[in-house]
């Protein structure tokens, strides 16, 4: 069956600390993948997407992502974690139809000062 | 660019009233448009997709009769829920494609509507 998996519920970093989000999926063909954040009580913002090309993506406020075809995984990551990021993050994949998103069931993250 | 907007932010309502959500693409025509519900500390669930002019359609488990779509147009969607009880409240977000080039893989979203039913 098709899956998006993010294995960790929630994180906690200090601050300045690196981070590294897990996802990963079960499909049978290579996905558009996508990392969303949300902050309380608002909608999705978009952080970074992968379609084809180079697997190491760059997206917004210094996070990155890698997708690795053998692993099905496409973790979301940071060097250094500001106290503003603290959030839920959810990873999304979509097949070429667009109209499969699946998200995955969030990973919320602490920021410790 | 890309911008998708709901309205109304939140709302309160009586159990038994019907409530309509809107969502609009402001700045690029959206062929196909996708409604969400949220509930707490959960994940995004697919409720409908809709397609501009076009019935929409529910995913699994998803009441047709209760949350009602509309796509009347490219930059407006509409959800209705009737008869609104408490275990109707959630959070209710849209999102938009428009099905052009590389973006057509990718959903733009809206902010959200807290609804609470009373």
């Not at chain 1, 994180?11 to 996905?31: D, F, H, K």
């Amino acid at each position: 069956a098709q899956s998006v998996t993010q294995p960790d519920i929630h994180i906690t970093v200090s601050e300045g600390a690196s981070l590294e989000l897990r996802c990963n999926y079960s499909y049978g063909a290579t996905p558009y993948l996508f990392w969303y954040v949300q902050s309380p009580g608002q909608g999705l913002q978009l952080l970074l997407k992968y379609f084809s090309g180079d697997t190491l993506v760059q997206g917004i406020k210094g996070f990155e992502a890698e997708f690795k075809r053998s692993q099905s995984s496409f973790n979301l990551r940071k060097p250094s974690v500001h106290w503003s990021d603290a959030a839920e993050y959810f990873c999304a994949v979509g097949l070429y139809n667009n109209n499969d998103m699946r998200f995955g069931a969030g990973t919320r993250l602490t920021v410790k000062p | 660019g890309a911008v998708v907007s709901q309205h109304p932010s939140w709302v309160i309502c009586k159990s038994g009233t019907s409530v309509k959500i809107e969502c609009r693409s402001l700045d690029f025509q959206a062929t196909t448009m996708f409604w969400y519900r949220q509930f707490p500390k959960q994940s995004l669930m697919l409720m409908a997709t809709s397609n501009e002019g076009s019935k929409a359609t529910y995913e699994q488990g998803v009441e047709k009769d209760k949350f009602l779509i509309n796509h009347a147009s490219l930059t407006l969607s509409t959800l209705t829920v009737t008869s609104a009880h408490p275990e109707d409240s959630s959070f209710y977000i849209c999102s938009a494609s428009n099905l052009q080039g590389e973006s057509s893989y990718e959903q733009y979203f809206g902010p959200g509507t807290r609804l609470t039913v009373t």
